[in-house]
């Protein structure tokens, strides 16, 4: 009951603060703004190489052929490398030692099959998820897929789609699937912004203590952990909230690319906000300071996302190991890898959780330690 | 016993802040803690209210010790803060509403008691406003609001009238007594020595951590003084009457002073009615008669041998 009073009026006196909420809504999106379409070009997606994937087939009818040539389309060999094989086994030899992301094998009598009105597949083995030969499939299989008449690639039925050509079905799915510096840039602007918005943590502490409410607070029956709890929840739902109207403008009003599943795009903002309030409030109670605080909480969140990639992408084994340290790693790989690999990347968001309750806990002991 | 406080001490550092501090505060009474700037008179307040730990000493609410009843006791305890502590980002409702809850209260009883400390406080009117625009006055009444809206068995105001003007304060000064009346036993720390003697029925008189000296107002003057002056003002005056005055045994002097006259002498020797009987044989007409008791601020004056405000 406490808490949640507590929670709610922090959420209240949060967002009366107008300046701040313009603020720290604006700031990710002129962030995103300038990141994103300025430094477009800068981002841009190294040319990719193309993914080497084998060919095995027993079939020599028009699904052979149309293949054929939809691997040699333009459009297509730029994704995908083919290799040839005469055997089932020296393919997938070659897919087990990792020298090839995956196999692709039309069996015996599939056109025969598939003329007569027959549902069948088309096999692709691969020892990992790829993002790219799958989708490259499925939009070959959707040129096919008239009527009543299915193919299926690994058992997942694909929906039937209107004759549309093979090149245009290509170009949809690279344009997708490859981050643009707005689809990069509108996720790391966001979550370094978000970073700053531990802005709604600090001033949960400061101002109180600048208020002297926090006498209050203390003297009333209610214990520490209850009014930390209740402080936390209520920044971190408004953080929560602006990082939403954040995602909200830039999938709509800049056509950034969020098509992950909704549920983990909710669950990560939501966790990363936590961290950002969390981090917020400890700064807070150690430095009793709301200009300490900011200070700190720029140049620690200016790092933070810098490690993490979000200024350019970098690489190196030590910016690697560093980026560790950052949320915004966690946050970015779980977004990245669910919008453009369609998986569930179950260690970073496992990272993000730990994450958070590492950081929460020590809000806790850094709050309840300050009562001289 | 509502509260005592035995021998409380407090370090900050080297710094000796609380130095065996004693009293006890008695249920029903307005208890003035009065000492200067620094005294410890705030600190005292923040251990009573477990704001603040403390290095010896205890401190019992209705015979439990404080710190292993923390919940219980908080409960029955308003705080009134030295500083005024508002959330200046919520109506003035808004912040009482907060307080109410954080105190347990909810639901019409809440709304109840909202509308009550409003009323009690003169800001009904003014609720739906954030104290930002308070003045001076309406913001020391929003901090006692706050206070007493769970109906707490010990008020405890921390300089509730500090730089405000002289009508709030009267108002102030006027709803603690009123509050007293209405059951609340208060602690009153200030050091303006005419408010406690106004309100105060006891008063522990604290300077560098210490209690020098405790009692009733009238215990503690006479502590200091076995002395009394009575300031009379008289139609006319005559030398005669001032010299049958000062041949009065209790009476160590008598002058005039315009058309008053001002007569020193020993306490507890009736010497108002021999005064008065004098003053009527010799005919004549008594305008008014104001016995003058020693103030607290000569009892510091004479315990530590500095003035109060200094
Ligand atoms: N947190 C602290 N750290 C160090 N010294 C402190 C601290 N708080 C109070 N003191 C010192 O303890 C002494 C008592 O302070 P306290 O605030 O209790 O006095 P006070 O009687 O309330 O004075 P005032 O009338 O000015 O409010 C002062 O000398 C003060 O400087
Ligand atoms: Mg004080």
């Not at chain 1, 799915?173 to 707005?182: D, Q």
């Not at chain 2, 370090?11 to 700037?37: M, Q, S, W």
């Not at chain 2, 404080?66 to 959330?87: N, S, T, Y």
């Not at chain 2, 929003?142 to 003007?165: F, R, S, Y």
Request: include cysteine; glycine fraction near 8%.
């Amino acid at each position: 009951m406490k808490i949640s009073m507590i929670a709610w009026y922090t959420f209240i006196r949060n967002v009366r603060d107008i300046k701040a909420m313009i603020v720290f809504i604006l700031l990710p999106i002129l962030m995103i703004l300038i990141l994103g379409k300025a430094l477009d070009s800068a981002y841009t997606p190294k040319k990719i190489d193309p993914v080497v994937v084998g060919y095995f087939s027993k079939d020599d009818g028009l699904l052979n052929n149309s293949l054929n040539e939809f691997f040699q389309a333009k459009e297509t060999s730029s994704i995908l490398e083919v290799k040839k094989f005469k055997t089932l086994e020296s393919g997938m030899n070659q897919v087990k030692s990792g020298k090839l992301k995956g196999l692709i094998y039309l069996e015996d009598g599939i056109s025969n099959n598939f003329q007569n009105g027959k549902q069948v597949k088309i096999n692709f083995y691969s020892k990992e998820k790829n993002s790219y030969v799958q989708p490259v499939l499925e939009s070959f299989v959707r040129t096919f897929n008239i009527g009543n008449t299915l193919i299926k690639i690994n058992g997942q039925q694909v929906q039937p789609n209107s004759n549309t050509s093979i090149i245009k079905e290509v170009k949809i799915v690279t344009e997708g699937k490859i981050p643009r510096g707005v689809d990069y840039y509108s996720l790391t602007a966001l979550f370094q912004s978000l970073l700053f918005g531990a802005i709604f943590g600090i001033f949960a502490i400061t101002k109180d203590m600048g208020n002297h409410t926090n006498l209050r607070m203390n003297a009333a029956p209610i214990q520490t952990s209850k009014i930390i709890f209740g402080k936390l929840l209520g920044s971190s739902m408004t953080l929560y909230g602006i990082s939403l109207l954040i995602f909200l403008i830039s999938k709509f009003a800049f056509q950034a690319n969020w098509n992950g599943s909704l549920w983990l795009i909710l669950l990560v903002l939501f966790l990363f906000s936590t961290i950002s309030v969390a981090f917020g409030m400890i700064l807070a109670y150690l430095s009793k300071s709301t200009m300490a605080s900011a200070l700190s909480i720029f140049i620690i969140g200016t790092i933070l996302t810098l490690v993490a990639g979000g200024f350019s992408r970098m690489d190196g084994k030590v910016i690697e190991m560093l980026s560790y340290l950052s949320p915004n790693t966690y946050a970015q790989k779980a977004l990245f890898t669910n919008i453009y690999d369609g998986t569930f990347a179950q260690s970073n968001i496992l990272g993000l959780v730990l994450y958070m309750i590492i950081v929460v806990t020590l809000t806790f002991i850094t709050g309840r330690r300050r009562i001289a | 016993m509502l509260l005592e406080v035995n021998n409380l001490i407090k370090r900050y550092g080297d710094f000796l802040a609380l130095d065996h501090i004693t009293f006890a505060v008695k249920e029903g009474e307005i208890f003035g803690l009065l000492g200067p700037n620094g005294a410890g008179k705030t600190t005292t307040i923040s251990i009573i209210s477990s704001l603040t730990q403390y290095d010896g000493g205890e401190v019992k609410f209705l015979g439990k010790e404080i710190k292993r009843h923390e919940m219980e006791v908080k409960q029955e305890l308003g705080i009134v803060p030295q500083e005024i502590a508002l959330f200046e980002d919520l109506t003035a409702y808004e912040n009482l509403d907060y307080f109410g809850r954080l105190y347990g209260l909810r639901g019409s009883l809440l709304k109840e008691r909202i509308a009550e400390a409003l009323s009690f406080t003169g800001l009904t009117d003014r609720q739906k406003d954030r104290p930002k625009g308070f003045s001076g006055g309406m913001k020391r009444r929003l901090n006692i609001a706050c206070a007493i809206l769970h109906h707490p068995k010990l008020i405890i105001m921390d300089e509730p009238t500090v730089g405000i003007d002289p009508q709030s304060r009267n108002h102030i000064l006027q709803s603690i007594k009123e509050l007293n009346k209405m059951g609340s036993t208060i602690i009153y720390t200030s050091h303006y020595m005419e408010e406690v003697e106004e309100i105060c029925t006891r008063v522990a008189i604290v300077d560098h951590g210490r209690v020098i000296a405790q009692g009733t107002k009238e215990e503690l003057t006479a502590f200091v003084s076995t002395e009394e002056k009575l300031v009379i003002e008289l139609s006319s005056v005559t030398y005669t009457v001032v010299e049958q005055i000062k041949s009065i045994s209790s009476i160590r002097e008598c002058s005039i002073k315009g058309t008053s006259l001002e007569v020193i002498g020993k306490k507890g020797e009736h010497n108002v009615s021999r005064v008065i009987n004098l003053l009527s044989e010799a005919g004549i007409e008594i305008l008014s008669l104001n016995v003058e008791k020693p103030s607290l601020e000569a009892v510091f004056l004479t315990l530590t041998g500095r003035s109060l405000r200094d």
